[in-house]
């Protein structure tokens, strides 16, 4: 096998200018393999037409599900709601041959190969918390006192859980089950809307956003379930980091208003594993 895999998240499709870069990521080999790390956008139909589109052009496209396209906007006409909108992103993306979550975790066997390449839908739990915070309730209140407050807190419904964090301990313990059945032998490239760990928050504008962007309880994953690369978005923040000697990147296209301030024409797709990597 030969080709790459490319990685991109955050692609926001509603916004016209971000739905035209979507429409042009193109393999450069008919063997390319093309991860989508959440954030496709809002609305179930654009989030599907997105996926089927890059399903006709790649050899395997995976998709890990990031906040938005869990959210149940006024606009949708899918007004689906928690788990129940999860799964019916799955049964879509199952229609459209694309892998999920949910489905066995494929090997990728080209150059840098081979590789689990495990999709993780995982959600955070507020642990993210400023220095001096001490609990859930006093986070929010001085998220929502500075002004700072996830669209998540309207849109992102956690039925039948109580709670976000309930749900994301939910998905946490099944994720963890089936990472560690995993071949010990067997190298992993790890794949998360939200980052694995807290560090990349840490060059945020707003420290207070940084509770809705993971869990304290995936700080070592990178480590136990021996990442070769840790892929992300969630932070609009496009770059590469190292920790603990594992690479993490960070792989959004973000708003426009995001992506224009850099100055040059966006290129989002990154080469994670294969040939010029």
Same mark, same amino acid.
């Given at each position: 096998?030969?080709?790459?895999?490319?990685?991109?998240?955050?692609?926001?499709?509603?916004?016209?200018?971000?739905?035209?870069?979507?429409?042009?990521?193109?393999?450069?080999?008919?063997?390319?393999?093309?991860?989508?790390?959440?954030?496709?956008?809002?609305?179930?139909?654009?989030?599907?037409?997105?996926?089927?589109?890059?399903?006709? $052009?790649?050899?395997?496209?995976?998709?890990?599900?990031?906040?938005?396209?869990?959210?149940?906007?006024?606009?949708?006409?899918?007004?689906?709601?928690?788990?129940?909108?999860?799964?019916?992103?799955?049964?879509?993306?199952?229609?459209?041959?694309?892998?999920?979550?949910?489905? &066995?975790?494929?090997?990728?066997?080209?150059?840098?190969?081979?590789?689990?390449?495990?999709?993780? *839908?995982?959600?955070?739990?507020?642990?993210?918390?400023?220095?001096?915070?001490?609990?859930?309730?006093?986070?929010?209140?001085?998220?929502?006192?500075?002004?700072?407050?996830?669209?998540?807190?309207?849109?992102?419904?956690?039925?039948?859980?109580? &709670?976000?964090?309930?749900?994301?301990?939910?998905?946490?313990? $099944?994720?963890?089950?089936?990472?560690?059945?995993?071949?010990?032998?067997?190298?992993?490239?790890?794949?998360?809307?939200?980052?694995?760990?807290?560090?990349?928050?840490?060059?945020?504008?707003?420290?207070? *956003?940084?509770?809705?962007?993971?869990?304290?309880?995936?700080?070592?994953?990178?480590?136990?379930?021996?990442?070769?690369?840790?892929?992300?978005?969630?932070?609009?923040?496009?770059?590469?980091?190292?920790?603990?000697?594992?690479?993490?990147?960070?792989?959004?296209?973000?708003?426009?208003?995001?992506?224009? $301030?850099?100055?040059?024409?966006?290129?989002?797709?990154?080469?994670?594993?294969?040939?010029?990597?």
């Amino acid at each position: 096998m030969t080709g790459s895999l490319f990685a991109v998240s955050d692609l926001h499709v509603s916004y016209p200018r971000n739905r035209k870069i979507a429409g042009r990521l193109r393999p450069e080999s008919a063997d390319d393999w093309l991860i989508v790390a959440g954030d496709v956008g809002e609305v179930f139909a654009d989030v599907e037409q997105t996926l089927a589109g890059l399903r006709d $052009r790649f050899a395997t496209v995976i998709w890990a599900p990031g906040n938005h396209e869990l959210w149940t906007h006024p606009n949708d006409p899918v007004q689906l709601r928690g788990v129940e909108r999860y799964d019916a992103l799955v049964r879509m993306c199952r229609d459209n041959g694309v892998l999920t979550p949910e489905d &066995d975790y494929p090997v990728w066997t080209g150059p840098g190969g081979p590789v689990t390449v495990a999709p993780l *839908f995982l959600l955070y739990d507020y642990s993210f918390r400023v220095p001096g915070v001490t609990g859930k309730e006093e986070s929010l209140r001085r998220a929502y006192a500075a002004g700072v407050v996830c669209t998540d807190e309207m849109m992102l419904h956690p039925a039948p859980f109580p &709670d976000r964090e309930s749900w994301c301990w939910d998905r946490v313990a $099944r994720t963890r089950e089936r990472l560690d059945a995993i071949d010990p032998a067997m190298s992993t490239v790890l794949v998360s809307h939200w980052p694995l760990v807290r560090e990349p928050t840490e060059v945020l504008r707003y420290p207070d *956003f940084a509770q809705w962007c993971g869990t304290e309880l995936t700080a070592d994953w990178h480590r136990r379930y021996r990442a070769t690369v840790a892929v992300y978005g969630h932070l609009h923040i496009p770059r590469t980091t190292h920790y603990d000697g594992v690479r993490f990147e960070e792989v959004s296209l973000g708003y426009p208003r995001e992506w224009v $301030r850099r100055g040059t024409p966006p290129q989002p797709m990154r080469r994670i594993l294969g040939d010029g990597s």
